[in-house]
């Protein structure tokens, strides 16, 4: 890459599932078809993890441009204390309102599903050309390099290569089982990662797992406009659903095709998934070799265990935490 680096957006998607008037909506729009994984609770839970996100950007991510927090007519409580305690410069976070994202599909919302949301990410205006897509339970754990994501213009893709075939025959399985019997049919990640390298032609995916992706918006823009059908049936899902597949898939598979990657194996992040992982997930947070981490279901954890947590990660970040996010989240 030249010495002049382009800084690279950063998007991360987030919701309030106690807003009553968001509780409203979605219950409006649940019926008998719904996966049951698809509406749990825990989906759309917000437990401050949004908070630790944005400042380990802050903090070890200084190729970061834009950071845009996608929600739904919705704004964490204490975001505005990053710009107002001098933590980022004037404008660095951006809310982006599904009205915003979805301009020109506005026949999909409301969409309660994160697949419908990060298919349509390549239509924030501004967005710089390569972009890193998170969840708001992820996080940087250690000083992140560019060359990371994005090497000679070339993504940086880590996983590994896996075959379409039982994937797809679970797939095709289970939607004949909901089809002929009304059995509903469970989205999985892994089925939606196969489908997004059966869109193009491939018979093997390179899976992914849980950490930031970088993705590049012209590939996604391009392919979108070639097959409007495919977008539209995307994102007219307002819950997961079997029949989607996994944007982050879509745009590697495209890229691989197009020799704009980097393939590299997977690997290890701070991970923690239950109360089993509290202690190796918090002796993680100080490893500087394990550069991310996933706080998943912290709403999940027993308020002792919760209260740990919560605690680690305020000393890790409190150099970039405004002083009312740490008081405010330390149960």
């Not at 979805?102 to 919302?109: I, M, N, Q, V």
């Not at 990410?121 to 501004?126: M, P, T």
């Not at 819950?239 to 990657?261: K, M, W, Y």
Request: glycine share 2%; aromatic share 12%.
């Amino acid at each position: 890459m030249k010495d002049s680096i382009q800084p690279i957006d950063i998007v991360i998607a987030w919701v309030d599932g106690q807003d009553l008037n968001l509780k409203h909506k979605r219950q409006q729009f649940i019926n008998q078809s719904a996966a049951s994984n698809a509406i749990e609770a825990t989906r759309f839970a917000s437990n401050d993890e949004i908070y630790f996100c944005i400042a380990s950007i802050l903090k070890y991510v200084p190729y970061c441009g834009k950071i845009y927090v996608v929600t739904d007519q919705q704004s964490p409580q204490w975001l505005d204390q990053f710009e107002q305690q001098n933590l980022c410069e004037k404008d660095k976070i951006r809310i982006i309102d599904h009205t915003e994202l979805f301009e020109g599909h506005e026949s999909a919302l409301p969409t309660f599903n994160s697949l419908s949301i990060e298919t349509m990410l390549w239509n924030i205006r501004g967005l710089s050309e390569h972009f890193i897509y998170l969840n708001d339970d992820f996080f940087f754990n250690s000083p992140s390099n560019i060359h990371d994501f994005l090497d000679a213009e070339r993504m940086v893709i880590y996983g590994h290569w896996q075959n379409n075939f039982i994937k797809k025959m679970k797939y095709l399985i289970r939607r004949f089982l909901q089809e002929k019997m009304g059995k509903i049919a469970q989205p999985k990640y892994s089925i939606a990662q196969m489908l997004s390298a059966d869109l193009v032609g491939l018979t093997k995916y390179y899976e992914i797992h849980h950490r930031p992706h970088i993705l590049n918006k012209t590939i996604l823009t391009q392919y979108f406009q070639q097959y409007p059908s495919i977008l539209e049936k995307q994102i007219s899902f307002r819950f997961r659903h079997i029949d989607q597949f996994l944007p982050v898939g879509l745009s590697n598979h495209l890229a691989i095709l197009s020799n704009q990657t980097i393939l590299k194996d997977d690997i290890e992040i701070a991970y923690l998934k239950d109360d089993r992982d509290i202690q190796r997930f918090i002796d993680q947070l100080t490893h500087s070799e394990t550069q991310f981490g996933c706080i998943q279901s912290l709403d999940q954890l027993e308020q002792n265990a919760e209260q740990k947590v919560r605690s680690a990660l305020i000393d890790k970040f409190k150099d970039v935490l405004p002083n009312q996010i740490q008081a405010s989240i330390a149960v």
